[in-house]
């Protein structure tokens, strides 16, 4: 197993998962070093066997994040950088501000699938292995992550309407 090769092929989108389920770059980036150094224990309990590395670590980060939320009740949100910009870069800005923390704001596990399928975009059944549960779960998961986003940002699109 070349470490090097492992780490340049899967640091960058192990550390949007990370950053996306923390709201924080330096728990990101000390969640990611958590997980490589994991690898490179003696008794890591990596098998290759049973998952690729890629799932493995993806499970790994997942794993050091819960670590963290269990430490502290609510995850600090990250310093937004207010640079000087054209209008529409700043609603923008803005916009995603808002879906941002509105991703943060959904339950834990229903964060953590939708985070995986449309940000990292890995199927459904990679998803399922790296929570270790049924694809039915992550589809439920998903549904109701998706629903509770559109009812919290329905304020901010006015041409859509409220389901009853």
């Known amino acids: 197993m070349d470490i090097l090769h492992i780490f340049d092929e899967h640091h960058v989108p192990l550390f949007r998962f990370a950053y996306r389920l923390t709201g924080s770059v330096a728990d990101a980036e ?11 224990r003696p008794d890591c309990s990596y098998d ?13 980060v997942r794993n050091q994040a819960l670590k963290r ?8 949100p990250p310093d937004i950088n207010e640079a000087a910009s054209p209008e529409h870069q700043v609603l923008r800005s803005e916009i995603e501000e808002v879906v941002r923390r509105a991703v943060l704001l959904l339950p834990e596990m229903q964060r953590e699938v939708l985070i995986l399928a449309h ?11 790296i929570l270790e549960i049924e694809v039915g779960a992550v589809k439920s998961r998903l549904q109701r992550a998706r629903a509770t986003l559109k009812e919290t940002l329905v304020a901010y699109a006015p041409s859509v309407e409220r389901e009853k």
Request: glycine share 2%; net charge negative; aromatic share 12%.
């Open 69 to 76: 939320f269990r430490q502290r009740s609510v995850p600090d």
């Open 119 to 129: 940000y990292e975009q890995l199927p459904l059944a990679d998803i399922a292995a």
């Open 30 to 40: 000390d969640i990611v070093q958590a997980c490589f150094v994991e690898l490179l």
């Open 48 to 60: 290759p066997n049973r998952s690729p590395v890629r799932t493995w670590l993806f499970g790994v």
